[in-house]
T-cell receptor, first 115, second 114 residues
């Protein structure tokens, strides 16, 4: 089975400070990992993905994520937060070994960036 | 550039009523999905369709049926709505090639069952 944990319901950060949103995963094989963002009353939007190769993945809007196989983590980061980054963030995983097409999502982390 | 379009945006049903949520995509994607989103639980997969003519159950299929009408359209039906089905429903699509293909989501249908 594949699963994702986002241990923080909410992360608060001041504008201009670095931010981290945490994600850990569990799969039987190797993972495909994704981050999505959701703004109010909208569907999820794709931010970035890890397939293979470099452990640091860069995505949209200045976000990046670091894949750590030994810790089974895929934390989302940004060097300098903006108020407009305030949204709900979801981590998701797909297990390569099972070939299961559908993603499993975490419960989401609300990011609040204070001016 | 519509992407994934869901109708209706909002719906209120009484317990026992039926309804169909519609979804259409114009990106020529082969795979389509229905998720429900509940507070604190993230998104849970109801059904998905890897290609036209095929459908598979996800994590929470009970109480739902789906139809992949053609490549563009994937509908979700509630035959006898229950209060536990109060949720926000999202349709999504992705390219078939590559399991790393990201999902493209519609803006959701907010359903309340009283």
């Amino acid at each position: 089975a594949q699963s994702v944990a986002q241990p923080e319901d909410q992360v608060n950060v001041a504008e201009g400070n670095p931010l981290t949103v945490k994600c850990t995963y569990s799969v039987s094989g190797n993972p495909y990992l994704f981050w999505y963002v959701q703004y109010p009353n909208r569907g999820l939007q794709f931010l970035l993905k890890y397939i293979t190769g470099d452990n640091l993945v860069k995505g949209s809007y200045g976000f990046e994520a670091e894949f750590n196989k030994s810790q089974t983590s895929f934390h989302l980061k940004k060097p300098s937060a903006l108020v407009s980054d305030s949204a709900l963030y979801f981590c998701a995983v797909r297990d390569r070994r099972t070939g299961r097409r559908a993603l499993t999502f975490g419960s989401g982390t609300r990011l609040q960036v204070q001016p | 550039n519509a992407g994934v379009t869901q109708t209706p945006k909002f719906q209120v049903l009484k317990t026992g009523q039926s309804m169909t949520l519609q979804c259409a995509q114009d990106m020529n994607h082969n795979s389509m999905y229905w998720y429900r989103q509940d507070p604190g639980m993230g998104l849970r997969l109801i059904y998905y369709s890897a290609s036209e003519g095929t459908t598979d159950k996800g994590e929470v299929p009970n109480g739902y049926n789906v139809s992949r009408l053609n490549k563009r359209e994937f509908s979700l039906r509630l035959e006898s709505a229950a209060p536990s089905q109060t949720s926000v429903y999202f349709c999504a699509s992705s390219e078939e090639q590559g399991e790393w293909s990201p999902l493209h989501f519609g803006n959701g249908t907010r359903l309340t069952v009283t």
